[in-house]
């Protein structure tokens, strides 16, 4: 255990200073937190930044139920987050007692287990006792990424006296605390889910390689990578990446503007295609629309998540992951076999020039330059943010908006994102915890997922992480204009749907003590992140968008790009047939 996020209260003083006497005596990091909810996502952010379980500490009663919503996303992301909350002991249960409620049940719908100490108080269980269930609880952490929950009742006194404290560390210091659990997912071993359909496949024949967010593990991503870049070479299938797959721009066969390419209607082989999907589907309606309409076979392979990852409902899934795959059938293709010149190299070449196509029409209409629009920040900054540091995306129309507009740079740089239960909940607090444990991070957010987890900001007294906020404030949830909702009138639709909050950023920012500054063109975005990098601890950037005006731009940018690769690739074909 490397970092424990704690949360103040009273049943769980023995949990709290317990945590902060082995500070100094292990690696453990110790962060506290008012907010429980903000507590537990900056939990998750941890975890998934670091691929180690992270640990949560609160008291009892409602302190437990707002543990849900990052307990919910850590379920969908495959994040191991242990839940270690404080109850009440048996006697107090059911009578009217304070702070007393049925706690827990309140996690077990999304946690991967959940286990109990004596209903009593865990003052009856033996010393050894104690340690086999912080064993057994790690263990199955470690086995089974994802939530956990671990209710222990305390009988007061809460609060041992400093000669029992200093007794039970002096017996801490003399034993060995390492852990033999490996942090491995397992699968059954008379699992052969789909493994002679996926075997079928046929990397000769045309293919195209769809990769969605990653949901392994840190330690199990240079595997997949080293996978992935094999397979394309030898098939030569084209890569479509999500910017949240974890892969970097210097992965061959990447075709960066795929959706720009999918809208513009691109020639496709539909005799013998096969569709590989690894992971769950990106965050795009136009990638799902085509491949709902593609009569090509299709596969979706997990890194452990065994649920079903098909919202189409077109494809057969193998959860075992790509390396595993990748490691079972590579001796079927033998080193000197290279399809160079088969269809899907072919294929791959004529996607690749399209690719670049798109990458110089998005440079020569989208440039640094002037009025702020959402199309156009994300495409300037995926080329000035210094590719050092990671990148996290809230949900909504950030993400969107980098897939779409953002172009080969924006896999320069290791992005985070939370698409799991896809909210806006929590993201500042997952900012956070990916800052804390990586050091500088940038956070690219709308204004109402920034109000909705404001107190994220108060993770800011732990080590002072360098969370720098890009904040798009267009007036409320600017992705509703993007729904083509003219059924309701434009105040309906603010009222029902957008929700314009009068809320002063600068203000709340310096009442946190968060430096901000105010950017209201696109030229000065460099001295304003270079400013940001100067100071010490987290710091905000305020840009204003318009959402009515920046939903037409990307339409027209769209219907535009698409006319535009009509006419090359006409014009091309007519030299073609000239020069003959």
């Given at each position: 255990m490397k970092y424990l996020v704690l949360c103040p209260g009273s049943r769980s003083g023995p949990l709290a200073i317990a945590a902060e006497r082995l500070v100094g005596l292990t690696e453990l990091k110790l962060i506290t937190c008012l907010d429980e909810r903000s507590a537990a996502y900056c939990a998750l952010g941890i975890a998934t930044a670091t691929g180690n379980p992270s640990v949560v500490v609160t008291t009892s009663g409602t302190a437990v139920a707002n543990l849900l919503p990052a307990a919910v996303e850590a379920d969908r992301s495959c994040q191991s987050i242990l839940f270690i909350t404080a109850d009440r002991p048996l006697r107090l249960k059911e009578c009217g007692a304070n702070q007393t409620v049925n706690q827990q049940e309140f996690l077990s719908s999304v946690c991967r287990f959940v286990e109990e100490g004596p209903k009593e108080g865990i003052h009856q269980l033996s010393e050894s006792k104690v340690t086999n269930l912080g064993n057994q609880v790690w263990h199955r952490l470690c086995q089974c990424p994802g939530p956990a929950h671990l209710n222990l009742s305390f009988e007061e006194p809460l609060h041992p006296s400093s000669s029992d404290q200093k007794d039970i560390l002096s017996e801490f210091k003399n034993k060995s605390q390492k852990s033999n659990s490996e942090f491995l997912r397992s699968f059954p071993q008379d699992d052969q889910e789909h493994s002679n359909d996926l075997s079928s496949l046929d990397i000769s024949k045309p293919g195209i390689i769809i990769a969605g967010p990653w949901r392994g593990l840190e330690k199990d991503l240079s595997a997949f990578l080293k996978a992935l870049k094999e397979l394309q070479i030898i098939s030569g299938w084209p890569i479509f990446a999500d910017t949240l797959s974890a892969i970097g721009s210097d992965m061959p066969g990447l075709i960066a503007n795929w959706e720009l390419l999918i809208y513009s209607e691109f020639e496709i082989p539909q005799k013998d295609l096969q569709i590989l999907r690894l992971g769950p589907m990106p965050a795009s309606r136009i990638l799902e629309t085509w491949l709902l309409n593609l009569s090509a076979r299709q596969i979706v392979i997990s890194e452990g998540d065994r649920r079903n990852l098909d919202p189409l409902k077109k494809s057969i899934q193998w959860s075992h992951g790509l390396s595993k795959w990748w490691e079972e059938s590579s001796e079927r293709f033998k080193p000197e076999i290279i399809f160079q010149e088969n269809k899907?190299?072919?294929?791959?070449?004529?996607?690749?020039?399209?690719?670049?196509?798109?990458?110089?029409?998005?440079?020569?209409?989208?440039?640094?330059?002037?009025?702020?629009?959402?199309?156009?920040?994300?495409?300037?900054?995926?080329?000035?943010?210094?590719?050092?540091?990671?990148?996290?995306?809230?949900?909504?129309?950030?993400?969107?908006?980098?897939?779409?507009?953002?172009?080969?740079?924006?896999?320069?740089?290791?992005?985070?994102?939370?698409?799991?239960?896809?909210?806006?909940?929590?993201?500042?607090?997952?900012?956070?915890?990916?800052?804390?444990?990586?050091?500088?991070?940038?956070?690219?957010?709308?204004?109402?997922?920034?109000?909705?987890?404001?107190?994220?900001?108060?993770?800011?007294?732990?080590?002072?992480?360098?969370?720098?906020?890009?904040?798009?404030?267009?007036?409320?949830?600017?992705?509703?204009?993007?729904?083509?909702?003219?059924?309701?009138?434009?105040?309906?639709?603010?009222?029902?749907?957008?929700?314009?909050?009068?809320?002063?950023?600068?203000?709340?920012?310096?009442?946190?003590?968060?430096?901000?500054?105010?950017?209201?063109?696109?030229?000065?975005?460099?001295?304003?992140?270079?400013?940001?990098?100067?100071?010490?601890?987290?710091?905000?950037?305020?840009?204003?968008?318009?959402?009515?005006?920046?939903?037409?731009?990307?339409?027209?940018?769209r219907d535009d790009l698409k006319e535009h690769l009509k006419k090359v690739i006409l014009q091309n074909e007519l030299n073609a047939y000239c020069s003959e």
């Open positions: 899907s190299n072919t294929f791959r070449k004529y996607l690749t020039e399209l690719d670049q196509l798109v990458e110089l029409w998005l440079a020569k209409n989208l440039q640094p330059h002037g009025q702020i629009t959402e199309p156009s920040l994300a495409h300037t900054l995926s080329r000035i943010l210094p590719s050092t540091f990671p990148l996290m995306l809230s949900a909504s129309s950030p993400i969107r908006d980098w897939i779409t507009f953002g172009g080969k740079k924006s896999l320069d740089r290791r992005c985070f994102g939370f698409r799991g239960a896809s909210g806006i909940d929590g993201t500042l607090s997952l900012g956070m915890g990916i800052a804390i444990s990586l050091g500088t991070t940038f956070l690219i957010t709308g204004d109402l997922a920034l109000i909705h987890d404001i107190n994220g900001w108060l993770l800011s007294a732990n080590h002072s992480p360098k969370l720098i906020v890009i904040l798009i404030d267009n007036s409320g949830g600017g992705i509703f204009n993007q729904l083509q909702l003219e059924e309701f009138k434009k105040g309906d639709l603010e009222k029902l749907f957008v929700m314009p909050q009068m809320v002063d950023f600068f203000k709340v920012a310096s009442g946190y003590g968060v430096p901000a500054r105010q950017v209201s063109c696109l030229d000065d975005l460099d001295s304003a992140i270079e400013w940001c990098l100067s100071k010490e601890g987290p710091s905000l950037i305020r840009v204003c968008t318009y959402p009515d005006k920046d939903n037409h731009l990307r339409l027209t940018i």
